[in-house]
Structure formats: structure tokens, C-alpha cells
């Protein structure tokens, strides 16, 4: 295999140095992936651009000057004003909440949409390593068929074998080339899709997909922590967040019924040569706008967000209980085919290619063999491939995994 890949790159690379092609292991292009990714940057502009928002919601509005001269002919006047809202007063304790909830509100939907991208990419990474393994055992039952073409040929013309099992074999070949080649064409689809994601520059357009690390994951961590995944997923924690800042808000609504109060302070001069300080008191007298219907929005607001959550919770919990449902099923599948002694199938083609060449069974049997050893194979790696994405589903479904639990896999 790396002599293939060499030589192909060494062909092409004149040609195009984006069919350059680079072998990387699960926890290789994961690391790739968030340095490069264009959507992970994407989700930290909006986290950094909310935050700005939640700091900037708690400044306290800026005094106003002003500078005015009456002349009068006769006489003069001079003021110098400065004035200051002060609502900010029985306010800033719920702005403050409300800025506080945002922000937080505002990391939760970061590491969820970091999570669910995360959890994207490593089902793009098991696709192309299935699609390796496709085109790997789809490689080798062709080249038993070519094998075995050459062989029936030359026997076909020494009279030792007739037309028809020539013919048999060259279908049965045929159709293992197209399968082949329709494979190799997802393989190439599925390399790419993969290497537009870990590398930004597009300077590698295809990744490899090594094998994972272990061929069955430790699911025990994470079934144990099945009864906390509504504890531990952000997309929860930002929803509580978010109904805690609008709770702030109703409550900033219900003081604002004195919105705009203000003091004023000043300096006045007069012609005559008198002077002096002087302070002034900004009331807004709440006699038609009443805030009525702005306070009853922003409680349906609130009593909305709460059953929001509620669905939420709810929500959470199905989705780990349908991935661990899933994951054990995988598992289960995993272990039945184990026992059914499936994995005797490369045993069963090398013993059927030793008996042709000693004239114990024909063609046709030949065939049936190659054929049982291809099903046989793309079965085994069908199952490993969906036990690891249920496995991810499940790791995305509670939360993710401890640090140290995530380096034993």
C-alpha cells in the first residue's frame, strides 16, 4: 500500500499537488481539524462578538455636557451642564444578571456547536476508513478473479476446461471490477470530503484513514455516565443560561416604568457678575406608556424559554437512550459475528484456491468461495464501522468523555 501511494504521488505530482495523499490516525485529524476549521473559527467569532455584547450591556451610560451663552444686549447669561441618567441605580443588578446569563448562555452554545461539529467530522473520518477497507477487500477478490482468468484461459485452450466456466468467471470478474471501481470512486469522494476539513489551505485534497486505535471501543465510561448526560451537555446548560437572562430582562422591564431619570449639575455666569452652582432633577412621569404589554412579552419570553428547556431535557434524555440502544446493538452484532467463526472466511478462500490447483473443486466453486470471503469481509467492517459511530453518538450524546478516558482510547 505505501508503495502504491508513493508511486501514484510521485506520478501526479507534476500534474497537481492536490493529489498529494497523507495517512492520519482519528485523534491526528481531530487535532487538525479545530487548529483549521473554518466553521470552528466561525463559532468562536460569534462567541467572541456575544461576549463583547454581554460586556458592553453592563456599561453605565456617559454623562452629557453642554456649553450655552444668551446674550440678551443688556446683559448676559452662561451655562455650563452636565447631565447624568441615573437609572443605572436599580437597574444594574438585573443588567448585570442579564449580562452574566448571556455570556454564559453564549460559552454553552460554543462548546455545543464545537461538540456537534467534532462529532461530524469523525463520522466523516470512519466513512473513509470503511471506504479504505471496502476497496481494500474488493482489491483482493479481484485479484483472485484475475488470477484465476489467466489460468482458465490458458486451460480453456489446451482443451482442459470448457467455454462456460471461462465465460462464468470472466461475469463473476467483471462484476468485481465495477464494484471496485464504483467503490474506489467513493473512497476518493470520501478522502477529499475529509481532507477539505483538516486542512484549510486545501493543500492536501486527500487523507487516509489509519485504522482506529483499539478494534472494539471501552463503552464503560461512557454508559456510566448515561444518568448524567442532561447535567452535562452544554446545549442544556446554555438554555438555563439563556432563560436565567430572560428573567433579568422581565425584571428590567418591570423597573423601567422610571426610565430616564436624570440629574443635571451646572455652572452659571451673568453678565452682572453674578454666578453660582446649580442642580436640576430629570422625572419621567409614567402617565400614558405604563409598560404594560412590554412586561407581558417579556414574561411569555420567560415562560417560553422554560418549556424550551424542558423540551430540551427531554430531548437529551431520548437521545442517550437511543444511543446507547444503538451502541449495544452494534456491540451485540460485534459479538455474534465472532462466534459465528465469519472470520474463517479468508481461511475458506486460501483452502478453495489449493484445492482448484489440485483439481479437487471447479470454477464455480472457486467463485462461491471468493464471493463468501468478500461478503464475509465487507459484513466484519460494516459492524466494526457502525460500532464506532454509535460509540461517538453516545460520547456526544452524554457530554463527551474525561480527558483521561478520552487518551485510553
Do not use: C
Not at 452636565?82 to 454553552?108: K, M, Y
Not at 467530522?121 to 483472485?144: N, R
Not at 465495477?178 to 474506489?184: C, V
Not at 417579556?298 to 430540551?312: F, G, K, N, P, T
Amino acid at each position: 500500500m505505501v508503495v502504491t501511494v508513493t508511486l501514484a504521488v510521485a506520478v501526479m505530482a507534476p500534474a497537481a499537488h492536490a493529489q498529494e495523499v497523507q495517512s492520519l490516525s482519528l485523534e491526528e485529524a481531530v487535532d487538525l481539524f479545530v487548529t483549521n476549521s473554518a466553521e470552528l473559527d466561525l463559532a468562536r467569532s460569534r462567541l467572541r462578538s456575544r461576549l463583547g455584547d454581554s460586556r458592553q450591556s453592563r456599561a453605565i451610560s456617559n454623562p452629557t455636557a453642554s456649553f450655552t451663552n444668551e446674550d440678551l444686549g443688556l446683559s448676559s447669561e452662561q451655562y455650563f451642564n452636565v447631565t447624568q441618567r441615573v437609572d443605572f441605580l436599580w437597574q444594574r443588578g438585573p443588567r448585570n444578571r442579564n449580562a452574566e446569563a448571556r455570556a454564559s448562555s453564549a460559552r454553552s452554545e460554543f462548546q455545543a456547536d464545537s461538540a456537534r461539529i467534532v462529532l461530524e467530522m469523525k463520522q466523516v473520518f470512519l466513512a473513509a476508513w470503511e471506504g479504505t477497507q471496502i476497496v481494500a477487500a474488493l482489491s483482493e477478490t479481484d485479484g483472485v478473479f484475475d488470477a484465476l482468468v489467466e489460468d482458465a484461459s490458458a486451460r480453456v485452450a489446451q482443451g482442459d476446461l470448457a467455454s462456460y466456466d471461462l465465460r462464468r468467471l470472466r461475469v463473476a470478474s467483471a462484476t468485481a471490477k465495477q464494484r471496485l471501481t464504483q467503490a474506489e470512486l467513493s473512497l476518493a469522494g470520501a478522502e477529499r470530503r475529509l481532507g477539505s476539513l483538516v486542512s484549510r489551505d486545501r493543500s492536501i485534497s486527500r487523507i487516509r484513514a489509519l485504522p482506529p486505535a483499539l478494534d472494539v471501543p471501552d463503552v464503560t465510561i461512557a454508559l456510566a455516565l448515561l444518568g448524567e448526560a442532561t447535567a452535562r451537555r452544554p446545549e442544556l446548560d446554555g438554555a438555563r443560561a439563556m432563560t436565567e437572562a430572560l428573567e433579568a430582562t422581565a425584571s428590567l422591564v418591570g423597573r423601567s416604568r422610571l426610565e430616564g431619570v436624570g440629574l443635571t449639575g451646572g455652572f452659571k455666569q451673568q453678565s452682572d457678575g453674578r454666578s453660582g452652582l446649580f442642580l436640576g432633577l430629570q422625572v419621567s412621569v409614567p402617565l400614558f406608556d405604563r409598560k404594560g404589554g412590554a412586561m407581558a412579552a417579556a414574561q411569555a419570553e420567560v415562560d417560553r424559554s422554560r418549556s424550551v428547556l424542558e423540551l430540551l431535557r427531554v430531548s437529551i434524555e431520548r437521545e442517550a437512550a437511543l444511543a446507547e440502544a444503538r451502541l449495544l446493538a452494534a456491540s451485540q452484532q460485534r459479538v455474534l459475528l465472532d462466534e459465528s467463526g465469519i472470520g474463517e472466511s479468508e481461511e475458506l478462500i486460501t483452502i478453495a484456491r489449493i484445492a482448484y490447483d489440485e483439481g479437487v473443486v471447479g470454477i464455480v466453486e472457486l467463485v462461491d468461495a471468493a464471493d463468501a470471503f468478500l461478503e464475509a469481509r465487507l459484513l466484519a467492517n460494516s459492524i466494526r464501522a457502525e460500532e464506532w459511530r454509535a460509540f461517538f453518538e453516545l460520547e456526544h450524546a452524554v457530554g463527551g468523555l474525561p480527558v483521561d478516558a478520552g487518551a485510553q482510547r
